[in-house]
């Protein structure tokens, strides 16, 4: 059962209130107003993972290296099928080239011809082709809500474990490439490898913990903001020595906030997963009818709504 959190107005909040001449706070205060913020969270366990990973292929040929995605493609498929992934989740985006990467593993790829140029080596022409990069997004999900907490845990690292073992993105496979195109496209990883040493890598797979927050939940969430949003009417009411008014306005915030806001006062939809953030607004984009609760972390998810609302003032 989701858990509720006791609601709040934030400190920055109010100073937007009063702090920011020119905000949409004050545009909308015409000295007869008060206008609150109210926030409310619920904890529900997650019931489904993710997995996100781009598939990838490259020869100095752009119809060698598509041919090669489309091989990469079936394959996967059929691994992550085998490991257990709800068959009607996996979904494979529209392949693209991938230009940072081409670019980036061109340049590598000249730092160290340049290397061994210094260094003598005689390399053939062919080795001096960029190589083009292609890739496809594979999606795939996997129930998780029949497993209690400590179950989940173990079959959640099993199958993670299985999945990144399965190497599925195909970012190492160069079978068709020749032994001085190999060596010299194995020094470039390498030093790509240090190039992404802060980020991850590309073909690296990716997990997003997710639920779905049902209707009900959601308007008992949205309740008890309107209360936290109520009481501190009440409160400001008070201190400028007047009674909070008959509802004036009111307005489901909770998708509005932008992501620099959330980040710097840590209010809005609750998020606190940059990566987790980014991944969703990719994934379910468009789904406004379908909250959810998400994460990078397996354990309790963080569904949050905030309300803006606007109290009368009787004098």
């Known amino acids: 059962m989701p858990r509720l959190i ?40 997650a019931e489904r993972m993710l997995l996100v ?3 990838i292929a490259r020869n ?6 598509v041919t ?3 091989d990469r493609i079936e394959a996967a498929k059929a691994q992550v099928a085998a490991l257990g992934a709800n068959e009607d989740s996996v979904k494979i ?3 693209k080239i991938a230009t940072a990467q081409s670019d980036a593993q061109q340049s590598l790829r000249a730092q160290v011809l340049e290397g061994f140029n210094l260094a003598g080596r005689d390399l053939e022409t062919t080795a001096l082709q960029p190589m083009v990069t292609v890739t496809a997004r594979l999606t795939a999900e996997w129930d998780l ?8 845990l173990a079959t959640v690292y099993q ?23 190999l060596e010299l496209l194995e020094e470039a990883q390498m030093m790509a490898n240090d190039f992404f040493s802060d980020e991850q890598k590309p073909g690296e797979p990716t997990f997003l913990f997710y639920t779905a927050i049902r209707q009900e939940q959601r308007e008992a ?23 909070l008014g008959e509802l004036q306005s009111l307005q489901d915030a909770t998708a509005s906030t932008t992501l620099a806001e959330e980040f710097a006062y840590g209010y809005s939809s609750g998020v606190t997963d940059y990566k987790a953030y980014q991944l969703a607004s990719q994934l379910f984009s468009g789904e406004t009818d379908s909250p959810k609760a998400y994460g990078t972390e397996l354990g309790s998810l963080t569904y949050s709504v905030q309300i803006t609302v606007g109290f009368g003032i009787m004098r």
Do not use: C
């Open 145 to 152: 809500s029949e497993s209690d907490a400590i179950e989940r």
């Open 53 to 55: 990973v781009d598939l």
């Open 6 to 45: 006791s609601a709040s107005m934030t400190g920055p909040a109010l100073m937007i209130l009063f702090a920011l001449p020119g905000s949409a706070y004050s545009q909308a205060t015409d000295g007869n107003v008060i206008l609150t913020t109210g926030k409310a969270s619920i904890e529900v366990p």
């Open 159 to 181: 199958l993670q474990q299985q999945i990144k073992d399965a190497k599925l993105s195909g970012a190492d496979e160069n079978e068709e490439l020749s032994e001085e195109e």
């Open 221 to 243: 969430a949205l309740k008890q903001a309107f209360e936290s949003a109520k009481a501190q009417g009440v409160q400001l009411a008070n201190a400028a020595g007047v009674q």
């Open 68 to 70: 090669s995605l489309q």
């Open 93 to 95: 985006a529209d392949p």
């Open 60 to 65: 100095q040929d752009v119809r060698e290296a």
